[in-house]
T-cell receptor, first 113, second 118 residues
C-alpha cells in the first residue's frame, strides 16, 4: 500500500537558517505529492504541490521537487522566519478509490528569534 | 482559493450527549468530503469518506453507529458523535476535494473542531 515517511522532529532552527524536511514515499502508479502546514490549534493549509516527476512546487519561499528516481519530495526554505513555526505534513494522492490522502507523521518546526 | 468552513471550532459537553459538527465548502461544490481525527502531536487519522447522496465509507475500526456522517448537499457534510464519552475527546478535521478525476486536486481543510467530553 501507499506510505509516506517524514524525518522525525522536532526541528529547531534560528531565524534565517536553511530548512530541509525530508519526505520519501511508496506508492503505486504516479501519485501527486503535497506539503501541508498546520499552525497550532488550526486545520491544515495546502503549502505546495507537485503532480508529476521533476515538477517543483513553491509557495511563500518554500520549495519541493518531485523526484521519481529517489521517490522523494523534500521541503526546503532558504531562510526561515519565526512565523514558519508549525507542523509540516507530507502527503500523497495516488488517485485510488475516492482520492484519499496518505500522510506522513508530521514534523514540528520551531524557529527561534 | 478554495475555502472550507468547519463549525463549531470548540465544543465542551457532558458525557452521553450527541454533538454535530458541520463542514461546508464555501466556494465550490464538493462531491467528496473527508473526516479525520487527530490526537495530540500525531498525524491525521482518516475516519470516513463522505460522498454526496450516498452512504459514507468508513475506515476499518471506526464505528459507523458512533460517528454518523451525512452528506446531503454538495456543500455540506456533517459528523455527529453520538452518545459521546471522554474517550471521544479529540480534534476533528474535515476536508473537501474540488471535483476532478485526477489525483492532482488537493484536499482543502477546515480549521478543525476541538471536542471535549466531560
Amino acid at each position: 500500500g501507499d506510505s509516506v515517511t517524514q524525518m522525525e522532529g522536532p526541528v529547531t532552527l534560528s531565524e534565517e537558517a536553511f530548512l530541509t524536511i525530508n519526505c520519501t514515499y511508496t506508492a503505486t502508479g504516479y501519485p501527486s505529492l503535497f506539503w501541508y502546514v498546520q499552525y497550532p490549534g488550526e486545520g491544515l493549509q495546502l503549502l505546495l504541490k507537485a503532480t508529476k516527476a521533476d515538477d517543483k512546487g513553491s509557495n511563500k519561499g518554500f520549495e519541493a521537487t518531485y523526484r521519481k528516481e529517489t521517490t522523494s519530495f523534500h521541503l526546503e526554505k532558504g531562510s526561515v522566519q519565526v512565523s514558519d513555526s508549525a507542523v509540516y505534513f507530507c502527503a500523497l494522492d495516488s488517485g485510488g478509490s475516492n482520492y484519499k490522502l496518505t500522510f506522513g507523521k508530521g514534523t514540528l518546526l520551531t524557529v527561534n528569534p | 482559493g478554495a475555502v472550507v468552513s468547519q463549525h463549531p471550532s470548540w465544543v465542551i459537553c457532558k458525557s452521553g450527549t450527541s454533538v454535530k459538527i458541520e463542514c461546508r465548502s464555501l466556494d465550490f461544490q464538493a462531491t467528496t468530503m473527508f473526516w479525520y481525527r487527530q490526537f495530540p502531536k500525531q498525524s491525521l487519522m482518516l475516519m470516513a469518506t463522505s460522498n454526496e447522496g450516498s452512504k459514507a465509507t468508513y475506515e476499518q475500526g471506526v464505528e459507523k453507529d458512533k460517528f454518523l456522517i451525512n452528506h446531503a448537499s454538495l456543500t455540506l457534510s456533517t459528523l455527529t458523535v453520538t452518545s459521546a464519552h471522554p474517550e471521544d475527546s479529540s480534534f476533528y478535521i474535515c476536508s473537501a476535494r474540488i471535483p476532478g478525476t485526477y489525483s492532482n486536486q488537493p484536499q482543502h481543510f477546515g480549521d478543525g473542531t476541538r471536542l471535549s467530553i466531560l
